[in-house]
């Protein structure tokens, strides 16, 4: 599980996870970073939940029915599931390993419950950022202009966000996202202060050893 830093330090993969009430703006901000932060690679959740236009299989998630998603589960094959919405919502296991160990940090865009899963299994390597929308109003909107989900579904989405934003303190951040542009600098200075960690950069004493030695000549 190890990344050369920019400066050649060797350091461990982080598993970076946004989590917010839907329609916060975790998507917006998740494909932002992807686009942005080479060595950032998406976590592609496995769900029952239906394709929304737009959605690409295997990019946003692998749209699965419910027996496939339980055999995953009773295989092991899940880091963590949970059910969001009346839907079940896993990580597949094994590209996350295969990412963490080709020294790549991982992208999750998952909700508390599997937040608090991740946490347990590896505190250490996990970096949590809750996402809040300015104001209740400006959350209804944004789900209404992603015109995406019926009025049905978007009233249960907004009832459900009292309870996701009740879970905010067990974030290490919590970014409010007014403006994107904002909200996304403040997320990928989170990033870039997480990468940079004492206790992540295994390579540091074997570096500080090198300099010791260079200013003893
Ligand atoms: N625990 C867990 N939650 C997930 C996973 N994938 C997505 N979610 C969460 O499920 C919720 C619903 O996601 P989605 O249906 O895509 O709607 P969205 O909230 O508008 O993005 C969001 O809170 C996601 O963060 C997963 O693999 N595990
Ligand atoms: N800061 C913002 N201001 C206005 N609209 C936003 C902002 N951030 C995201 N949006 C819009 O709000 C909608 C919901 O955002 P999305 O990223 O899909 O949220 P989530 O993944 O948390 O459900 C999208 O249409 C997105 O373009």
């Known amino acids: 599980m190890t990344a050369a830093g920019f400066d050649g330090v060797e350091r461990r993969g982080l598993m970076f996870v946004l989590s917010s009430p839907s329609g916060a703006g975790k998507t917006t901000l998740s494909r932002m970073l992807l686009e942005r932060e080479p060595g950032l690679k998406m976590s592609v959740s496995a ?13 946003d998630y692998y749209f699965v029915d419910k027996p496939k998603f339980e055999q ?3 295989q092991g094959e899940l880091l963590e ?10 990580t597949p296991r094994a590209p996350v390993e295969a990412a963490l160990s080709a020294g790549q940090d991982v992208l999750f865009d998952i909700d508390w419950q599997g937040t608090q899963q991740l946490h347990q299994k ?3 390597d996990v970096v949590r950022v809750f996402i ?7 959350l209804e909107k944004r789900l209404h202009t992603r015109a995406q989900d019926s009025d049905e579904v978007i009233r249960g989405r907004m009832s459900r966000a009292t309870h ?13 996202n007014h403006n994107v542009d904002d909200a996304f600098a403040e997320v990928q200075s989170i990033l870039k202060a997480e990468r ?3 206790e992540r950069r295994i390579g540091l004493t074997e570096f500080v050893r090198k300099l010791q030695r260079q200013l003893e000549k």
């Open 72 to 74: 995953m589960v009773e």
């Open 196 to 198: 940079l960690k004492r």
């Open 164 to 176: 996701e934003l009740s879970h905010w303190a067990e974030y290490d951040y919590i970014v409010v």
């Open 47 to 59: 769900t029952t939940r239906a394709m929304r236009p737009g959605e690409v299989e295997g990019r």
């Open 81 to 90: 599931w949970a059910t969001v919405f009346d839907n079940l919502y896993g």
């Open 132 to 138: 809040l929308p300015p104001s209740a109003d400006d």
């Open 122 to 124: 590896a505190s250490i």
